[in-house]
């Protein structure tokens, strides 16, 4: 893919979570001791779940007394292992990959971004015809749209690290160097335009433009794949953005956002929901402590050496990467 003059609307956004919801008691953290119930076993992993080849999580610290049940959690030697476990046992038609967009002052650890197309990737494009980028492409003559949409972002955008924009240009890169063809969310004049007028409302159409277009974009692709591996396996097609809007199951707050729901009926199922979490931006804050694997972290923790993965659902999961080496700066949560 040539470098082309993007505008990255909505991957700038600090990131592509859930709103927050009020801030429940802080919940202890790694370094502190924690009064509450005895530690709590992972729940075994069914035999048929990605989860059953790794080693069960051993709990790190009591849990909260207000937490429900952890989910399903299992270590991994790397991510590739974590990864391949996933694709095996879900033999995804959509594979998509959700991130927390790395933050203004985390530039010293490497982002998702990075280490799915430095590992992941070359894992996953073998089997991979396409992948769609949550990285906007406008018609070259909205110039006047995309600067007001540019300026109306700014607020938001400043909090992002400035890597981001180029490191998913490396993505697509990369891509297609694999054999996989990438491709741009390509919205309109018209697009634009309807996000200027949206005044206060403008990230809501974003949200639900990125949602559309990418949507768009994947249904024609699997059409496509339909036609012409007829008789053959079908190859996967892998839509990576921010961790909103591929959401299997969203909850109502954001289920306007997510494609999600689309594509699982477009695929008859075959869709595996996949977030990708540096470990070192999770933090207790509001926004975090909303995710539904959160409350099993606090218990599991992330591991130094080996990749968590947690299910979240029968074709929903959370990868946590290994910890950094050296202790990560403050950053604030994805917004």
Not at 36 to 43: C, L, Q, T, V
Not at 201 to 218: I, K
Not at 286 to 312: C, F, I, K, N
Request: glycine fraction near 6%; charged fraction near 20%; proline fraction near 11%.
């Amino acid at each position: 893919m040539t470098r082309i003059t993007v505008v990255a609307a909505l991957l700038l956004l600090a990131a592509c979570t859930p709103s927050p919801s009020p801030s429940p008691t802080p919940s202890p953290t790694a370094t502190s001791p924690a009064s509450g119930s005895s530690p709590a076993p992972a729940p075994a992993p069914d035999p048929r779940s990605p989860l059953a080849k790794g080693t069960p999580c051993a709990s790190a610290r009591p849990a909260s007394p207000d937490a429900g049940p952890p989910l399903r959690c299992a270590r991994f030697a790397t991510p590739e292992d974590a990864l391949r476990a996933v694709v095996d046992a879900t033999d995804p038609l959509v594979l998509a990959v959700g991130e927390a967009h790395a933050q203004r002052g985390t530039e010293g650890i490497s982002s998702a971004t990075k280490r799915f197309t430095t590992t992941l990737l070359p894992l996953v494009a073998p089997r991979a015809s396409d992948i769609v980028v949550e990285l906007w492409a406008p018609d070259p003559s909205c110039k006047q749209e995309v600067k007001a949409v540019a300026s109306a972002q700014k607020p938001v955008t400043t909090a992002q690290a400035a890597s981001n924009v180029n490191e998913y240009e490396a993505l697509g890169m990369r891509a297609k160097a694999l054999g996989t063809q990438p491709w741009l969310l390509r919205p309109t004049c018209a697009d634009f335009k309807a996000i200027t007028d949206a005044g206060d409302d403008a990230v809501a159409v974003m949200l639900g433009l990125v949602r559309s277009l990418t949507a768009a974009r994947v249904r024609t692709l699997l059409g496509r794949s339909a036609a012409s591996d007829a008789g053959a396996t079908r190859r996967t097609v892998v839509a990576y953005g921010g961790m909103m809007h591929n959401d299997l199951a969203p909850p109502p707050s954001t289920r306007a956002y997510s494609f999600g729901p689309e594509l699982v009926a477009a695929t008859d199922g075959r869709y595996a929901e996949l977030d990708l979490v540096v470990p070192e931006y999770v933090k207790a804050t509001s926004t975090w402590q909303a995710l539904p694997w959160y409350a099993t972290h606090e218990v599991y923790g992330a591991d130094p050496s080996r990749t968590t993965l947690y299910a979240v659902g029968e074709r929903s999961f959370v990868l946590v990467f290994p910890t950094a080496s050296a202790a990560a700066p403050a950053t604030e949560a994805p917004r």
